[in-house]
Each structure stands twice: as structure tokens, then as C-alpha cells.
């Protein structure tokens, strides 16, 4: 019997326990003092009011033999496979239900969708970068470029048509600098990959988030895209499902490689391998995309919104460089004194007692920065900020 080798590849995921463990060894050392957490990646508010009803109706549901469900259909009930084809309709973007494929999470199937693909396939991601993509790519052994996201390209690198690629990832509004890609951006990117005969795979997990008209929200607002692009989306932080578990992909009927349909494939993948998320959960989900469950979400992530321009306001007047905040939940800035991420994390716990995530641990690019996140309470992003104004040298 042998392993997987390429897991001995893996480096130590050490960025949230070390985190951990400064935090408390402070806290025993400092019991008085009050920390705040601006590094969280949880939402903090509650389900809202339209989907905590539907579940609840759902649970009485199956509490009754006449109207309890069993085994549903893997890739989705139709009742929100057809609530989630309105959404996007919203924005001239026309699926059909059969693209639709609902899963518990954006992570699973960002990771999972790589069955469908060889691993001999040569794998193009910017960094810094959310881990994930990397580490699965690892985990089965593919060979990877790194794209250079930095200060000069506003952390939203273009396509180097010196480089070739089968698989690229894109993530936009970008975890974790906040970044967002304009139309003319990602049409770039499409052509690059039709050039390439690359799929992209798009990461639309914070696509609630967009504010300002003209800035795309979906990889198919893009001609084209839905010859080259699978859309990958969660309603973890839309909706505060961070407990709930509840995403979906899409998988346009366009997309062919090798003259075979990628949509079928999936389709086989997950009908072999996946049990479907649970009937209770898509209730609640299909009420994220009612009248009333869009006019409720909206109102937290306004919530969510207040904070990061607090936030971004105080970055902005104490002369700090940073990205995001406007259309992501995320703030990226540039670690004040020429401090290294780890440097700033230390002198924010110590100096501050405000708790943020090291850009480091994000990839090397992400060394001398510094991810702030708005999911926190208003009142304690507000005291945050104070304290920080204080300290800055």
C-alpha cells in the first residue's frame, strides 16, 4: 500500500493556529484588556427573519410522513435551482436549470471540480491567493504558475500571454485583498483562455458585495464566458450561511474540451460521489432569493458594508495604502513602517489590541500586508479604528 506523496508536499497550514496562539498567550498574560478581532472570516449576523421561517416550515415538513423527503435530487430541487435562474436573470444573464448544481459551500467545489480534469493540466494562480486553490492542486500533484498580484496592478494581475495554462482561478471581489475586476478585465481574461483552451474557474463567493454600477458580478456578464468559465458561488457570506452550508456551481452546456461537455461530466461526478445538501438547508436557500429574504440580506450586508468604510475611511485619512473595503468585505493595506505582516500583527495586538490576518500567509506576494475584515460588530470596528489611529507612528 502507498499514499498519496503529494500530500508530504503540503506546507504546514500554520497562519489561523499561530494566529490562535499569539492571541492567547496575550490574553493570559493581559486579562484586562479588551481584543477585538477584525481578521475573522465568519459572518457575525444572524440568519435573516424569511429564511429562519422557511426552515422552520421545512422541519415541520419533514416531522410529517405525508410530507417528508428522503433522498432529493443530487444536483438540486428544482424550487431553487429556478429561484437561483431569476437571480441572475436580474442581470440579463440567461442559465438553465440543468447548469445548476447545488453543493454545500464554494470551498468543496472549487476543490472537487478538479476530478474533472488531468492532472497533467498546468494550473495558473495569482497571489496571493485563498489556499485552497492551491492546496488541492497540490494535493493532486499538478503543476502550478503563480501570477504576480502586487501594489503596481492593484493586486488584479492581467494575463501574461508569454505563459500558457490549462486551468486558471479567479476570484472577484478577491479574497483576501478586496480587489475587483472591471468588465474590460475579465473579457481579457476570457479571451486569454479561449486563446489558451484554459477553463477559468471563477470564485463569485462575494458577489453580494459589489456596490458600484459597471463592476461585474458574474464571469457570464462577459461575452464568451460561458464557452471557457465555470462560476463558482456561496451563500456563506450573502446570506450568513457560514453554519448552514449551501453554495452552487454553474457549468455552462458550452463548455467543451476535447470535444466532450464539461456539464455532463459534473453531473456524473457528483451524482456518484455527492448525496446532495439537505432539503431543509435549500428551503432556506430558495428564501434568500425571495422579495422579502434579497430586502433582509441586503440589510446585513450594509451592515457589513458600514463597517469596512469605517474602516477604509481611517486607512484613508491616517495616509495608509490599501484595496478593497467599497465592494468587498475585505481590506488590504500596506503594513505601515515598512513592517513585515507578522511585524504589524505583533505591534496591532500588542500596541492596539486589534486582531487582523498577516498577508504572508497568504503567499509571498502577500508579505508587507495586511487583511482587515468588516464581519465584525459595528460598535467594536469603530473602538478598532480608534485605537488604531492612536498607534500610528
Known amino acids: 500500500m502507498r499514499i498519496n506523496q503529494n500530500y508530504l508536499k503540503l506546507e504546514e497550514s500554520y497562519l489561523f493556529s499561530t494566529i490562535a496562539k499569539k492571541v492567547a498567550d496575550f490574553q493570559q498574560r493581559n486579562p484586562d484588556k479588551e481584543v477585538i478581532r477584525l481578521g475573522i472570516g465568519d459572518v457575525t449576523l444572524p440568519l435573516c427573519d424569511a429564511v429562519v421561517r422557511e426552515i422552520h416550515g421545512a422541519v415541520e415538513e ?24 431569476s437571480y441572475y436573470a436580474q442581470r440579463q444573464i440567461d442559465l438553465q436549470p440543468e447548469e445548476i448544481f447545488v453543493s454545500d459551500g464554494a470551498k468543496s467545489d472549487l476543490g472537487n471540480i478538479l476530478d474533472l480534469f ?14 485552497v486553490y ?40 478577491n479574497n483576501p485583498t478586496g480587489a475587483v475586476y472591471r468588465k474590460e478585465q475579465l473579457r481579457n481574461w476570457v479571451d486569454y483562455a479561449k486563446d489558451c ?15 458600484e454600477s459597471g463592476l461585474p458580478r458574474s464571469i457570464y456578464e462577459v461575452e464568451g464566458a460561458r464557452e471557457c468559465a465555470i462560476e463558482f458561488c456561496s451563500l456563506s457570506k450573502t446570506a450568513g450561511f457560514t453554519g448552514v452550508r449551501c453554495g452552487y456551481t454553474i457549468v455552462p452546456r458550452e463548455l467543451k474540451r476535447q470535444n466532450v461537455a464539461l456539464n455532463p461530466l459534473w453531473l456524473r461526478r457528483q451524482t456518484t460521489k455527492f448525496n446532495g445538501v439537505p432539503y431543509i438547508v435549500q428551503r432556506g436557500a430558495a428564501a434568500v432569493f425571495s422579495r422579502k429574504g434579497m430586502a433582509q440580506i441586503k440589510s446585513n450586508i450594509a451592515y457589513y458594508q458600514r463597517n469596512a468604510k469605517i474602516i477604509a475611511d481611517s486607512l484613508s485619512d491616517l495616509g495608509i495604502w490599501y484595496t478593497g473595503g467599497t465592494n468587498s468585505p475585505y481590506i488590504w493595506l500596506k503594513c505601515p513602517g515598512g513592517r513585515t505582516s507578522w511585524e504589524y500583527f505583533d505591534y496591532l495586538l500588542h ?43
Open 134 to 173: 492551491v492546496d488541492t492542486n497540490v494535493m493532486a500533484g499538478r503543476s502550478i504558475v503563480y501570477l504576480n498580484a502586487n501594489q503596481e496592478n492593484s493586486f488584479l494581475p492581467m494575463p501574461d500571454p508569454r505563459v500558457r495554462a490549462d486551468l486558471i482561478y479567479l476570484c472577484s471581489p
Open 62 to 85: 419533514m416531522g410529517n410522513q405525508e410530507t417528508f423527503h428522503g433522498y432529493g435530487p443530487e444536483q438540486g430541487y428544482p424550487f431553487l435551482k429556478s429561484a437561483i435562474v
Open 197 to 211: 483552451g484554459a477553463v477559468i474557474l471563477f470564485d463569485a463567493a462575494y458577489e453580494a458585495f459589489v456596490q
Open 118 to 131: 488531468d492532472t497533467e493540466n498546468t494550473v495558473l494562480i495569482p497571489d496571493p491567493v485563498y489556499p
Open 351 to 393: 500596541r492596539a489590541n486589534v486582531v487582523g490576518t498577516p498577508g504572508a500567509g497568504f503567499g509571498k506576494n502577500g508579505e508587507g500586508f495586511f487583511r482587515l475584515t468588516s464581519f465584525g460588530d459595528y460598535e467594536k470596528t469603530k473602538e478598532a479604528m480608534r485605537r488604531i489611529r492612536q498607534i500610528v507612528e
